[in-house]
């Protein structure tokens, strides 16, 4: 079998190069040259552009890959450089994991939050002063609640260690009772339900699919409002809070398309007994470059920004086209 997870590498470290340039570079922007954005949601976008940062940063360490056996799941880490770590390194995966849906409660925070921006301005205040406490620590709750999850669902046992012991080994040379591992097998040998497992995808399931509830919800809500509400606005106004529109939904669907909906089967297909022997891990090297991909879609779409960065790139050349011009004069 060809060893696919050997490329996860190369991918992981793109993936932290250009999240890190991109997002800083954000950063630096939004802090210092952004002006049609500010107060609550400037600190947002800052909050954000860190979380890409680290949640790229923080899948060199986990290293984590799936793998998929007729109905089991394997989630674990490749992580060779601490290989005496066992146990951070299966906290570091679940922690990863974590950061995904503290990515999408924020998605689903700032939908509330532009929601509000155009209905009621003044309930906006909630989300200053302490309210930073809350709209921080709601996704932090939540990714926390979702890691444990999983650190409790899918901790190995005998039973599903020898299930996937020899397609294991024969794959990645790897000893499976010595590799930071979640294993998922939703059914015994004699097809009972293991309901431990069942668990996670019931529970991690209704975490997931209420943020994206609470993102519809609010983004037909709002436009609706837009129909409504933008009159009452300037039209630089009513044109940014257009934009904030379409980047949120363009960042909502980049992860949804790059992650989420590969990762349907991969995650259902132990329910359905599968005859399947596949390194499924594909799905995190493609989430390894979503960082930056979000960074740039957003800048792309917010026009302040695209207006910085033309200055940035066209004022050099004026200059130079100014001084070539009076040294001929010369």
């Not at 552009?49 to 984590?64: K, N, S, Y």
């Not at 925070?109 to 532009?114: V, W």
């Not at 015994?188 to 995808?201: C, E, G, P, Q």
């Amino acid at each position: 079998m060809t060893r696919f997870f050997e490329f996860s590498d190369a991918f992981t470290k793109l993936g932290i190069f250009t999240a890190s340039i991109s997002n800083f570079f954000l950063i630096y922007v939004t802090i210092w040259h952004i002006k049609q954005i500010r107060g609550t949601y400037k600190y947002m976008v800052i909050v954000f552009a860190q979380t890409g940062v680290a949640f790229a940063g923080w899948e060199l360490i986990a290293r984590p890959f799936t793998h998929n056996y007729n109905r089991a799941f394997i989630l674990f880490s490749l992580n060779t450089w601490m290989e005496n770590s066992e146990l951070f390194l299966q906290i570091s995966v679940s922690v990863y994991a974590g950061f995904y849906l503290f990515i999408l409660v924020f998605f689903a925070e700032q939908f509330i939050f532009r929601y509000l921006s155009l209905v009621d301005p003044n309930s906006t205040k909630i989300f200053g002063g302490f309210g930073v406490i809350g709209w921080i620590g709601y996704p932090l709750v939540c990714g926390a609640m979702y890691s444990s999850l999983l650190m409790w669902a899918g901790a190995p046992d005998e039973f599903a260690d020898d299930y996937l012991r020899e397609t294991f080994l024969d794959v990645y040379d790897m000893d499976i009772s010595t590799t930071p591992r979640f294993i998922f097998v939703p059914f015994t040998s004699d097809y009972s339900l293991r309901w431990r497992n069942l668990s996670f995808m019931i529970g991690g399931g209704f975490l997931l699919t209420s943020q994206y509830f609470i993102i519809m919800f609010c983004g037909i809500r709002m436009h609706l409002a837009m129909k409504q509400e933008l009159g009452n606005f300037s039209v630089p106004n009513r044109r940014l809070q257009k934009q904030f529109f379409r980047a949120l939904i363009i960042q909502t669907l980049v992860p949804t398309c790059l992650f989420v909906l590969p990762a349907l089967p991969i995650l259902l297909g132990p329910l359905f007994d599968f005859e399947w022997n596949m390194q499924t891990g594909g799905i995190i090297a493609l989430l390894s470059v979503y960082p930056p991909i979000d960074t740039f879609v957003f800048m792309l779409i917010v026009a302040e920004y695209r207006r910085v960065i033309s200055r940035w790139i066209w004022k050099p050349k004026v200059i130079s086209v100014k001084s070539t011009e009076v040294f001929a004069l010369n």
